[in-house]
């Protein structure tokens, strides 16, 4: 690993982990030379002990408050200008990740075989069963809603924030597209599906200890709802409509306006025949139920294509 360190950077974002910083950062210089720290306007100061006595470690001070991810992004604008490095892990500040992994991340991309790899929770049992069961089951219909958004479908657990990203895969990257927020992780795995980036994931850990999460619980259903359906919306333009057109296009334009015709067809002269009183003729009912299952064939059609299409991660 001695030989690699100078081509791995870790970014980690830090906002009230005073008290785990120190340790995440001694056990993060046995993996790298560039480690940023980025301080997203916290109101618990960095150790003074910490920022003393290393001299391998960059602090980055934002002004504002920008979110896990914001603070993630600053980091990644900083690291892609160091020009021995070639791969960036995230790493987060409250010791809840095990460094023990950070090999196995970088390796994949550094070997050119992956420009993404992630962790995944869900693949060890052992650690699955330690997983509170509010983690457990939202993580469960999130990373469903999360395959369909981001074209990942053989990806799950999209809301690990321990992954390794190649410096060439991010610097083309959109990264206004990607989420200050929670949603983070999830948006930046969207915006590789344009690079058709190839994505590995690894079985690990979670670690719980007792610190508090500054995560809003409450509020994340409606925060990932709105913006997975924002995401898959425009993955569904951008990848069909606007740079490919294909078979799947087809299977969604006349899926869909077979599908909406038959039932706005069946619907109208349900209503027109219902107002006079009589009954809707058999032949008018069968070419709205035909026109509805031609359509709703073509649909499934287009998320089997869909389904085919996710990037190939071998």
């Known amino acids: ?3 690699t360190k100078s081509k791995i950077g870790i970014v980690i974002p830090f906002f009230n982990a005073s008290a785990q910083i120190e340790k995440v950062v001694q056990k993060a210089l046995q993996y790298s ?4 720290i980025v301080d ?7 150790p003074e002990s910490l920022l003393k006595s290393l001299n391998k470690v960059m602090v980055l001070n934002l002004s504002e408050n920008l979110g896990v991810g914001g603070a993630t992004k600053k980091g990644f604008s900083y690291l892609e200008t160091v020009p021995s490095v070639k791969v960036i892990v995230k790493l987060d500040a409250d010791d809840q ?3 023990d992994y950070i090999p196995q991340l970088v390796t994949p991309i550094l070997n050119f075989t992956a420009d993404f790899v992630k962790g995944n929770r869900f693949r060890d049992f052992r650690a699955l069963k330690t997983m509170p069961w509010p983690r457990r089951f939202g993580n469960l ?3 469903f809603l999360s395959k369909v958004a981001t074209g990942y479908w053989n990806c799950f657990d999209f809301n690990n924030g321990f992954f390794a990203i190649s410096k060439k895969s991010l610097k083309l990257m959109d990264k206004n ?5 929670y949603f983070f992780e999830t948006s930046l795995i969207a915006e590789l599906y344009y690079q058709k980036a190839k994505i590995k994931e690894i079985a690990m850990p979670a670690i719980y200890g007792d610190e508090k999460s500054n995560m809003k619980v409450f509020k994340m259903p409606f925060l990932f ?5 924002k995401k898959f919306i425009s993955r569904i333009w951008k990848g069909y409509f606007v740079y490919d057109f294909n078979i799947g296009t087809l299977y969604i334009v006349f899926g869909h306006l ?8 069946g619907g109208i002269n349900w209503y027109d025949y219902a107002s006079k009183d009589l009954s809707t003729p058999v032949g008018t009912i069968m070419i709205s139920a035909l026109l509805i299952i031609l359509g709703f064939q073509l649909i499934l059609q287009a998320i089997q294509f869909d389904v085919f299409k996710t990037p190939n991660n071998d």
Do not use: C, R, W
């Open 141 to 143: 219909f999130l990373s």
């Open 97 to 99: 990740m095990d460094t």
């Open 225 to 229: 709802s709105v913006n997975l359906f």
């Open 1 to 3: 690993m001695d030989t």
């Open 40 to 46: 997203d306007k916290s109101p618990e100061q960095l």
């Open 33 to 36: 030379d560039h480690i940023v």
């Open 258 to 265: 077979l599908f909406f015709g038959g039932v706005i067809y």
């Open 177 to 181: 597209s990607i989420a200050n927020n």
